[in-house]
T-cell receptor, first 116, second 111 residues
Framework: NAGVMQNPRHLVRRRGQEARLRCSPMKGHSHVYWYRQLPEEGLKFMVYLQKENIIDESGMPKERFSAEFPKEGPSILRIQQVVRGDSAAYFC??????????????FGEGSWLTVV | KQEVTQIPAALSVPEGENLVLNCSFTDSAIYNLQWFRQDPGKGLTSLLL?????REQTSGRLNASLDKSSGRSTLYIAASQPGDSATYLC??????????FGTGTRLTIIP
């Protein structure tokens, strides 16, 4: 899973600031997924993107959260006006052309957001 | 709505013992089931993936089984070692990379 690169690994933000988390999928992968792991909770699906398209955002909070996967560059998960409840580990995963149905998807090491 | 449950939440066993981790899911319409390992402060490492048409998969000391009709999977770890200490997560795939995770079993192997 070292092929999925996330940065920053750790991020501290004050309440009201913006957090931007970046994810570069494995080489050759065009499907990106974001998951959130709240303290003492399981991982929850947030959003599924392909290049320039949001395929499924059913797990995204309705406000303050957005995601993109531009034609060039990494996928970005953006959290505006962060609150303490946004403190969590955010994991990115990627899969190949089959969308992951037939093969494992690969997770990054995560970005740990702390809101103070 | 798919729900995944893992029991027990935590388990401690002496080194060398064989052990079984359990996972159950409510909706049998899955593409596959995966077992992951997560070390503290780290990402997820995929251990085994079982396609919906398969009954089990093996990798080294690990064996995972899948009974779709009853909504159950088990992860068997043989001859446990201290390096096996980690949190083990079970996840079912609804489509593509959209996984529903259990809350995990925190395993401690006592030297």
């Amino acid at each position: 899973n070292a092929g999925v690169m996330q940065n920053p690994r750790h991020l501290v933000r004050r309440r009201g600031q913006e957090a931007r988390l970046r994810c570069s999928p494995m080489k050759g992968h065009s499907h990106v997924y974001w998951y959130r792991q709240l303290p003492e909770e399981g991982l929850k699906f947030m959003v599924y993107l392909q290049k320039e398209n949001i395929i499924d955002e059913s797990g995204m909070p309705k406000e303050r959260f957005s995601a993109e996967f531009p034609k060039e560059g990494p996928s970005i998960l953006r959290i505006q006006q962060v609150v303490r409840g946004d403190s969590a580990a955010y994991f990115c995963a990627s899969s190949g052309d089959d969308g992951g149905s037939g093969n494992t998807i690969y997770f990054g090491e995560g970005s740990w957001l702390t809101v103070v | 709505k798919q729900e995944v449950t893992q029991i027990p939440a935590a388990l401690s066993v002496p080194e060398g013992e064989n052990l079984v981790l359990n996972c159950s899911f409510t909706d049998s319409a899955i593409y596959n089931l995966q077992w992951f390992r997560q070390d503290p402060g780290k990402g997820l490492t995929s251990l085994l993936l079982i396609q919906s048409s398969q009954r089990e998969q093996t990798s080294g000391r690990l064996n995972a089984s899948l009974d779709k009709s009853s909504g159950r999977s088990t992860l068997y770890i043989a001859a446990s070692q201290p390096g096996d200490s980690a949190t083990y997560l079970c996840a079912v795939t609804l489509y593509g990379g959209k996984l529903t995770f259990g809350t995990g079993t925190r395993l401690t192997i006592i030297p």
